[in-house]
């Protein structure tokens, strides 16, 4: 396999469930992000990761709890999200934090929230 | 913190048309990019700007540095139905405040 995996695809969940997103870099690279993107919104950055470390957290809501295990692999943890928080959830890998090469990207899980 | 202006917001083209959209900020970038988006799809970098005035191709597409550092643009020329889709510029600070900051995106359609 090759690029940025995302698994699932799609995910619907309840407000008391908790799931977990999965991220997959195939790319040797060091850094990975964590994006939501909402319907006529830019992409809110939402974590950011290097070499394993969290450097960056933008305000997000303790709902969501980020892991990242090793440098090719992110999860993101949820529980008890709210409907507001249906959107596409898209994870990145670039290959230096704030590296020129830009961002490669998974093609996200498609959240709702019922 | 800062914004990028992206517009238009959505185009409906006919095909073979030739096409433009621009970005623009109040804060000067290092690096632009030029994403797009699939539907179902994560975005994919078409095309990256690493100085200003730089005017790079990809195929049908020009994308092109601003002098001022502040803007971009992406043209598409002689469009083609599978040119559908959702188009973000991304600019990029340096060093290791360079996290990309995303445009709202052009949303193209095009008619065969």
Redesign the interface.
């Known amino acids: 396999e090759t690029g940025?995996t995302?698994t699932p695809r799609h995910l619907v969940m309840g407000m008391t469930n908790k799931k977990s997103l999965k991220c997959e870099q195939h790319l040797g690279h060091n850094a990975m992000?964590w994006y939501k993107q909402s319907a006529?919104?830019?992409?809110e950055?939402m974590f950011?990761y290097s070499l394993e470390e969290r450097?960056?957290n933008n305000s997000v809501p303790s709902r969501f709890s980020p892991e990242c295990p090793n440098s090719s692999h992110l999860f993101l943890h949820l529980h008890t999200l709210q409907p507001e928080d249906s959107a596409l959830y898209?994870c990145?890998s670039s290959q230096v934090?704030?590296?020129?090469?830009?961002?490669?990207?998974?093609?996200?899980t498609?959240l709702t929230v019922v | 913190g800062q914004q990028l202006n992206q517009s238009p917001q959505s185009m409906f083209i006919q095909e073979g048309e030739d096409v433009s959209m621009n970005c623009t900020s109040s804060s000067i970038f290092n690096t632009w990019l030029w994403y797009k988006q699939d539907p179902g799809e994560g975005p994919v970098l078409l095309i990256a700007l690493y100085k200003a005035g730089e005017l790079t191709s990809n195929g049908r597409l020009t994308a092109q540095f601003g002098i001022t550092r502040k803007d971009s643009f992406l043209n598409i020329s002689a469009s083609i139905p599978s040119d559908v889709g959702i188009y973000f510029c991304a600019g990029q600070l340096g060093g290791s405040q360079g996290n990309l900051i995303f445009g709202k995106g052009t949303k193209l359609s095009v008619k065969p």
């Open positions: 940025v995302q992000y006529k919104k830019p992409l950055l950011v450097v960056e898209l990145a934090l704030g590296g020129r090469g830009g961002y490669t990207f998974g093609s996200g498609r």
